[in-house]
Nanobody, 115 residues
Framework: QVQLVESGGGLVQPGGSLRLSCAASGTIFNFAVMAWYRQAPGKQRELVALITSGDSLNYVDSVKGRFTISRGNAKNTVYLQMNSLKPEDTAIYYC?????????WGQGTQVTVSS
C-alpha cells in the first residue's frame, strides 16, 4: 500500500534550521500534490507548504521567506527546508500526498524550537 515516511525533525534553538524529508512508496504513479502540514498542541492542523506536479508552490503566510518546499530527484520525495525557526514553529509536521483523488498521510515528525 501507499506509505509516506517523514524524517528530519528534532530540537533546534530559535534562529536555527532543519530540513524535513518525506519519501513515498507503494505506487508507480506521481503524486499530483505533495504538502507539509503541522499541528501544534491544542491547535488545528494547518497547511504549511505545498508543491504541485507542475511545480506550483504555496505557503502559509507565517513561513513565507523562511521555509522552502522542494521535490527530490527520487520519485515522490519532498523536502521542507526550514530556516530562522521560531518557537511558534514547534509542532508535529506531517507529509501529505494527493494521488488519484485520495489523500495519504505520514506518521509525523516532531519539530521543537526552544532555547
Amino acid at each position: 500500500q501507499v506509505q509516506l515516511v517523514e524524517s528530519g525533525g528534532g530540537l533546534v534553538q530559535p534562529g536555527g534550521s532543519l530540513r524535513l524529508s518525506c519519501a513515498a512508496s507503494g505506487t508507480i504513479f506521481n503524486f499530483a500534490v505533495m504538502a507539509w502540514y503541522r499541528q501544534a498542541p491544542g491547535k488545528q492542523r494547518e497547511l504549511v507548504a505545498l508543491i504541485t506536479s507542475g511545480d506550483s508552490l504555496n505557503y502559509v503566510d507565517s513561513v513565507k521567506g523562511r521555509f522552502t518546499i522542494s521535490r527530490g530527484n527520487a520519485k515522490n520525495t519532498v523536502y521542507l527546508q526550514m530556516n530562522s525557526l521560531k518557537p511558534e514553529d514547534t509542532a508535529i509536521y506531517y507529509c501529505n500526498g494527493e494521488l488519484l483523488g485520495r489523500n495519504f498521510w505520514g506518521q509525523g515528525t516532531q519539530v521543537t524550537v526552544s532555547s
